[in-house]
Structure formats: structure tokens, C-alpha cells
């Protein structure tokens, strides 16, 4: 493995920038683009450092050079976590999934409650349109990020949480449309409903009607771990494969990512000391995984990670997460481009 190379990719004084995975992530060739949100950085002793009773901006980086260089944008459809919800419009005309520069943003408003929306874009997130209500027949509280699968023109499933039992945040789901967006329906819930938390899917096609998705998952009292579902009918049904990354520290959601050669690439943030970024390897889609990659270990705290990974046409990766360090107040957005 060669030597990693980190890169800034966003960094502004007093302002706290994170959780990619909440936003989402695009390429086209060399052409990559991830979201983030910005807010106001207040020290917190736990949890993240920011203040939450103000709006976060949304951001986007994009670079056209494989990661290289970036540059940062705010798109104007986009909004924030605060005031969306009874002023969401439907979608009126269907997508066209396989449009060249064709993306779509899952997003949702309060982390336990809901309500979801998704916005569109035709040239490369370039521009937005939407806000557009996400909704999934006979189920609320649904918490949507950016993850999904196109299967046709028309034809595309989402992965993403909903809340539990007790109303909170929990359960991951996978839901399809068949008409272009307009509606979407349950296809099923993915594992059991667990003590903790089982959520934040990220999802591949294998070819055929085969996925498969890592999820983040944590019970009371234990540490968190990256773990392995695949299906074998388009996700109507899902078998579990095991953990692929067990022992993670606070927890932190995956990104999985198909290499040329035919390996799966599993990226994710590691919040236990040393606090840092990690990968592991599959040869056997999914059944087997490396032994841990450490692409670094020098955060000063567990508030890092939401990675999104890329390859690059050289088939090299990028991965791109929050981070802090090497002062306490710094959160900012950086990738980290490497080969293995």
C-alpha cells in the first residue's frame, strides 16, 4: 500500500464542518462531488461540537481532478435541518434515471422524526430542483439520507432509516419506485429490530437482482460495528454476512465501494482511540474482509468520520469525512486519496 495523501478540503475559523454521509456523494469519471453541512462551532464535552439551535448551511465540494483540487459551493435549493416540513410540493413528472449527469439528494429534517425530501439534479449537482416530499405508504417518521440504486429508466430503490418502536431512529428499510419517482413503496426492513440502533445503509448492485449493504450498528453497552446484509431478490428478502468491522468505538456509518477488480472497499470513521479513519478489504463480496486499514490515526477526539469513498479513473480511492485536529476547534472536510 502506498503512502496515503491527505488533502483539506474545507476549513474555516469558527465554523464546524461534517457528516458527509448525511448529504451524499456523486462522480462522474474524475468529476466528484460530496455534500456537507456547516454550522457555528460550540465546545461540547460530548457529542458534536456545534451549535445546534442555529440553521446549517449546506455545502457541496467538487473536484475535477480526482480529488486533487476542490472547490466549494452552496447550492441554493438546498436547505437546512431547521423550519422543512408542511411546505414540501410532490413531484409532479417522473425522473429519468439514467440521464447523463443524473443525481439525487435524500435528506431529512429532524434525526428521529422525519420528515424526508429529496431534491434532483440533471447536470452534476450543478443545480437543484426540489425540495420534493419522500414518502413511503403507511410509514412516518422516516429519516432518509443520500443512498440508492438504479435499476431502469424509471425503476430505482432507496436505503434508509426509519424509527423503531419507541419512535426513535433505529431500523434501516429499503423502499422502490417503479414510475419514476412519483411514489415509492416499502420493499422491506433490513435485520431485526435491534436494542440500539441498526442504520445509515450503504448499498451496492452485485449484478442481477443481488445487493448488498453495510450498516452501522450499535447496541447499549456495546461498541459499534460495521455489519454485512446481502439479498438476493432486488431486497425484497436479507440474509445476514457478519461484521465486517467489529470494535469501532462510538459507532460511525460505512461507505462501500466496488473496485475495478472486482473487490469491495469498506471505508468508515474508527471513534475509539487512536480516533481516526479506517478501510477493509473483501475478496469474496462481502462473505470475508482484511484486516484493518489505517489511512490515519491523528484526531484529537472520536467527532470525525461520515465517510463517502470514490474511485478514481487510476482506480485509486478517495475518501472523503469530517475531522478534527490538530486544534480542538477544527472541523473541517478532508479526503484522503490512497491505493491498496
Known sequence: MAEPKNILVYKEEGRYAGWPANHGAWAWGNELVVGFAVGDYLFKPEGPSVDSTKPYEICQARSMDGGETWTIEQPRAIHGYVGIGS??????????????????????????TGPSRFYVSNDCCRTWCGPYKFLVEGFDHIVARTDYVIRGPRECIMFGSMAKSNRLEGRAFCARTTDGGLTWSLLSTIGPEPEGYLIMPST?????????????HKDPNTEGSIDVYDSDDAGATWRFLGEAAPNIGAGNPPSLLA???????LTYGYRA??????????????????????????????????VRSFRRCDG???TVYYFN????????????????
Open 325 to 340: 485536529g490538530p486544534q480542538h476547534h477544527d472541523r473541517t472536510i478532508q479526503a484522503t486519496i490512497w491505493t491498496y
Open 273 to 306: 482511540r487512536p480516533y481516526g479513519i479506517r478501510a477493509r478489504i473483501s475478496s469474496d463480496q462481502g462473505a470475508s474482509w482484511s484486516e484493518e486499514i489505517i489511512l490515519r490515526d491523528d484526531a484529537l477526539a472520536e467527532d470525525l468520520g461520515y
Open 87 to 112: 411546505t414540501l410540493s410532490r413531484l409532479q413528472e417522473p425522473l429519468g434515471f439514467g440521464q447523463p449527469g443524473f443525481a439525487l439528494m435524500f435528506k431529512f429534517a429532524n434525526q428521529h
Open 259 to 265: 473496485l475495478r477488480d472486482g473487490r469491495l472497499c
Open 316 to 318: 485509486s480511492i478517495v
Open 204 to 216: 451496492i448492485s452485485l449484478g442481477g437482482d443481488r445487493l448488498l449493504t453495510v450498516l452501522r
